[in-house]
């Protein structure tokens, strides 16, 4: 069985400060890693994702996160706020001997960017 | 760009009724998921397809839901009747057979009155 703890329900950040939203996987066998972000009334668009390549993962808009087997985390982060980055963001993970793909997501974290 | 397409956005429905939402994945993509969003909480797996075939309902509440993939293309999920803890966003997702991340529409927002 796998899951992933996400910390922090609301993040605030300034504007042009670093974001860091942290997340913890558990999982059995290898996982798949993935970064959701999910604007008010909207669905869930991909950040990145981890498939066992590099462990530092770029993504769009500017954000990267890097997977660390030690400490089974997979935390996302971007050098700068922009006020667009305002969301929710969910972290997820999939057992990649599951062929059938099975997400299974975080409790979310809301960012706030303060001008 | 191809998209999951969803029907209705929004859905406003008095408890006890019954009321359907249509999902439309990605052509070509074979696994299809419905998944429940409470606010404020992450999304939790309702049922999974592969193809026309159910490969995880176990936490489908199959007394009031239902969900089908009759041709394995598009999929309808119905609830009857409705009952108040039931408002939620259901999101619908797709996956290619030999793709790792999943795809999201745009979800349908039901309210229940």
């Known amino acids: 069985a796998q899951s992933v703890t996400q910390l922090g329900s609301h993040v605030s950040v300034s504007e042009g400060a670093l974001v860091l939203l942290r997340c913890n996987y558990s999982?059995?066998?290898?996982?798949?890693l993935f970064w959701y972000v999910q604007y008010p009334n909207q669905g869930l668009q991909l950040l990145l994702k981890?498939?066992?390549?590099?462990?530092l993962v770029k993504g769009i808009n500017g954000f990267e996160a890097e997977f660390k087997k030690s400490e089974t985390s997979f935390h996302l982060t971007k050098p700068s706020a922009h006020m667009s980055d305002a969301a929710e963001y969910f972290c997820?993970?999939?057992?990649?001997?599951?062929?059938?793909?099975?997400?299974?997501f975080g409790a979310g974290t809301q960012v706030v960017v303060t001008p | 760009e191809a998209e999951v397409a969803q029907s209705p956005r929004y859905k406003i429905t008095e408890k006890s009724q019954a009321v359907a939402f249509w999902c439309d994945p990605i052509?070509?993509?074979?696994?299809l998921y419905w998944y429940r969003q409470i606010l404020g909480q992450g999304p939790e797996l309702l049922v999974q397809?592969?193809?026309?075939?159910?490969?995880?309902d176990s936490q489908l509440p199959k007394d009031r839901f239902s969900a089908e993939r009759l041709k394995g293309v598009d999929s309808t999920l119905k609830i009857q009747p409705a009952e108040l803890g039931d408002s939620a966003m259901y999101l619908c997702?797709?996956?290619?057979?030999?793709?790792?991340?999943?795809?999201f529409g745009q979800g349908t927002r039901l309210t229940v009155v």
């Open positions: 397809f592969q193809d026309e075939s159910v490969v995880d």
């Open positions: 997702a797709s996956r290619a057979d030999r793709g790792t991340e999943a795809f």
């Open positions: 997820a993970v999939s057992d990649r001997s599951d062929s059938w793909g099975k997400l299974q």
């Open positions: 999982s059995s066998v290898p996982p798949y």
């Open positions: 052509s070509g993509h074979a696994t």
């Open positions: 981890y498939t066992s390549a590099a462990t």
